[in-house]
């Protein structure tokens, strides 16, 4: 059960402190400079939730390991993070296509994991649900208005759609580690989320005058550590300052 | 301790400033949660962050430490709290006041129940400009300088303003 409980801080720890990561890589480099604010700041949002549940883990876990310890020292294999989140940002309308795939998902399950029979993971549940609606909020909008905005901007959201389609599927899988936690009461069973998800995917992209994609090749892989190409050259970037400095502090 | 006295530390640890909005105490923030002095006179106060990434909550361990160590404290711990979850219901009045004054709008009431989707690209209610007063406002970024603020702008005075989002 203490394993189980590790595994799965670290599997949401993880997909917010990965997709924080590609958020901050906006920096400067976002449409306009109130976007630059906007993705920057949900980064922030989300690493302020990967440190509290990387922190819980390292806890639960009762090895002496920080949350600096499990984000700057652990390997690729050893990250549990969904293959949806490492994907690179790509062009706006693939960043804000995942942005819409993953806060939707993220929203559902940490409104579902208030209820939990853990009450650090009902505590850190309860407190993002409340920004992850925001950011839920922000995606949707500019899906809305990429996607009923010129032909061009309806064409790059589509694409981003599409592009990130393949890694939907793995939010939903479950695993031994996610049922034993649930039938404990403590872990949310993703594929119970699935149906709220699509409603308001559905609902957004038929306002957004966008079709839904219906790609049938849904790799997975990312909740036992294996990850795609580009997890890799992220996590460098994310390590490296601390593994060349161990303990660097300014 | 004496029940006066903690109530004395409190007032004192609810001074600390907000260190990105300084016209803010924690205690007008509403995240001071809790100050208890124990019979030897260490100190434990709980407080509880806005947003889990606000990077300001370090600074506010700091100066609670510096704080109470001038006056006298210098067994200080402070907790962090995640639960109940911080909302901008628990600011007060003062606090407030305090906003509007500063050029920042307040938040508004929270409504009851999950935030309600909206299909729309129109912005949400106008928020009253802090510096004429106007309703003719619209928001121009959902995210602002600092995580519990949007930026909006007035077309009556035609200022830019910030306001402190309703969570």
């Known amino acids: 059960m203490t394993a189980d409980l590790v595994a799965y801080a670290l599997r949401l720890g993880d997909d917010a402190l990965v997709l924080a990561q590609r958020l901050g890589e906006w920096s400067s480099r976002a449409p306009e400079l109130e976007e630059d604010v906007a993705l920057t700041n949900i980064g922030l949002d989300l690493l302020g939730q990967a440190r509290a549940l990387l922190s819980y883990a390292g806890e639960v876990e009762g090895a002496g390991r920080d949350e600096d310890d499990l984000a700057y020292l652990r390997e690729e294999r050893e990250f549990g993070n969904c293959l949806l989140v490492e994907q690179p940002n790509d062009d706006f309308g693939a960043t804000i296509a995942r942005q819409l795939y993953f806060s939707s998902y993220q929203l559902e399950l940490y409104r579902a994991l208030r209820g939990s029979a853990d009450p650090t993971l009902a505590a850190v549940a309860a407190k993002a649900a409340k920004e992850v609606a925001y950011h839920r909020d922000h995606a949707t909008m500019w899906v809305l208005r990429l996607g009923d905005g010129t032909e061009e901007s309806h064409a790059r959201m589509r694409d981003g759609l599409e592009r990130l389609w393949p890694y939907v599927g793995e939010l939903f899988e479950t695993d031994e580690v996610v049922q034993r936690l649930a039938a404990a009461g403590v872990a949310v069973d993703p594929a119970g989320l699935r149906d709220g998800w699509d409603r308001h995917l559905?609902?957004?992209?038929?306002?957004?005058?966008?079709?839904?994609?219906?790609?049938?090749?849904?790799?997975?892989?990312?909740?036992?550590?294996?990850?795609?190409?580009h997890m890799g050259y992220l996590l460098a970037e994310l390590q490296y300052l601390h593994r060349l400095h161990p303990g660097a502090r300014w | 301790m004496s029940a006066p006295a903690a109530a004395a530390v409190r007032e004192l640890a609810g001074r600390v400033a907000d260190p990105e909005i300084p016209v803010l105490t924690i205690e007008d923030l509403g995240?001071?949660?809790?100050?208890?002095v124990d019979e030897r006179g260490r100190v434990e106060v709980t407080i509880t962050p806005t947003y889990s990434g606000c990077p300001a909550m370090e600074v506010i361990r700091d100066d609670l430490a510096r704080t109470l160590a001038e006056h006298g404290y210098g067994d200080v711990r402070v907790r962090t709290v995640l639960a109940p979850a911080w909302t901008t219901d628990w600011m007060s009045?003062?606090?407030r006041a305090k906003l509007t004054a500063y050029g920042i709008a307040p938040p508004g009431p929270r409504r009851p129940g999950p935030v309600p989707v909206r299909l729309t690209t129109r912005p949400p209610e106008p928020v009253a400009c802090p510096r004429c007063g106007s309703t003719d406002t619209h928001q121009t970024s959902r995210f602002g300088s600092t995580a519990c603020k949007s930026l909006h702008a007035c077309r009556a005075c035609l200022e830019p303003f910030d306001h402190f989002k309703t969570l």
């Open chain 1, 202 to 229: 559905d609902a957004t992209l038929a306002e957004a005058t966008l079709a839904r994609p219906d790609g049938r090749w849904l790799p997975g892989g990312g909740r036992r550590g294996l990850h795609s190409e």
């Open chain 2, 31 to 36: 995240i001071l949660r809790d100050v208890v």
């Open chain 2, 93 to 95: 009045a003062e606090g």
